[in-house]
């Protein structure tokens, strides 16, 4: 399919693992390599064609939209969330008017790849099918990836099915952070505060949850110990 129009950038966390840099500021605004880790996010969805970003806003929100006032691609909406923090699931259905009735980018604003060949979202467009899936993620190596050491999220089938691993199961995937959505995925489900996760679940189990594996290097930038390694990594591929 074309490449979405519209994205939804998800800024509105507390950043909690990221201190004491984020005691004074939001962690999109951490700086990588000498660039803010949601401009990272923001300058790969304008290269793959996204015309608008709903980027949600909560902890130190004025922070973030100064930061991005000058911002012309993509273009910038402010979702505010500053009353209550909704999750990653109900973020989005607060969201939803704003993105419209088509397939939408969906990225964490605090995750970041050095692409192959072939950008990553490009690939995103390219494979996802909307009579199919209704969510289609990125996937990382759980063995490899800068600053990651958990058990992963995901099991890939041939096919492109996901299934999450169990409890006491390591998985090869992680998820890296960045999918396309069809609006589809949210019918039914409530207001307030929630977590994609289910809604990953519920998808999976319909047999209509999708990955594709990164091509190219994930870097997971969860704790300023992680920040000097994916700087590195970066430099090194300019």
């Not at 939001?26 to 969805?45: R, S």
């Not at 099915?161 to 998820?175: G, N």
Request: glycine letters at 10%; hydrophobic letters at 45%.
């Amino acid at each position: 399919m074309p490449a979405p129009r519209n994205a939804m950038v998800l800024a509105a966390g507390l950043g909690v693992r990221m201190r004491p840099l984020t005691d004074t500021m939001p962690k999109p605004l951490v700086k990588v390599a000498g660039k803010a880790l949601i401009d990272y996010v923001l300058d790969k969805l304008a290269d793959a064609g996204a015309e608008c970003a709903v980027v949600n806003v909560h902890y130190l929100a004025e922070q973030i939209e100064r930061h991005l006032a000058s911002r012309k691609r993509p273009s910038i909406v402010i979702s505010d969330e500053r009353g209550l923090l909704l999750g990653t699931g109900g973020g989005v259905v607060k969201a939803l008017p704003l993105l419209g009735n088509e397939p939408f980018f969906h990225i964490n604003s605090d995750t970041i790849w050095i692409d192959g060949a072939t950008p990553n979202l490009k690939r995103l467009a390219t494979a996802f099918d909307p009579a199919t899936t209704d969510a289609l993620l990125l996937l990382a190596p759980s063995a490899g990836s800068i600053g990651y050491s958990g058990p992963g999220d995901f099991f890939l089938a041939p096919d492109g099915r996901l299934r999450a691993r169990a409890k006491d199961e390591q998985a090869p995937f992680v998820y890296a952070g960045a999918a396309i959505l069809s609006p589809a995925l949210f019918k039914g489900v409530p207001t307030g505060e929630f977590s994609l996760t289910a809604l990953f679940a519920r998808a999976a189990e319909q047999g209509r949850l999708h990955g594709l594996p990164l091509e190219g290097r994930w870097m997971h930038v969860g704790s300023p110990d992680a920040i000097a390694e994916a700087a590195a990594a970066i430099r090194a591929s300019r």
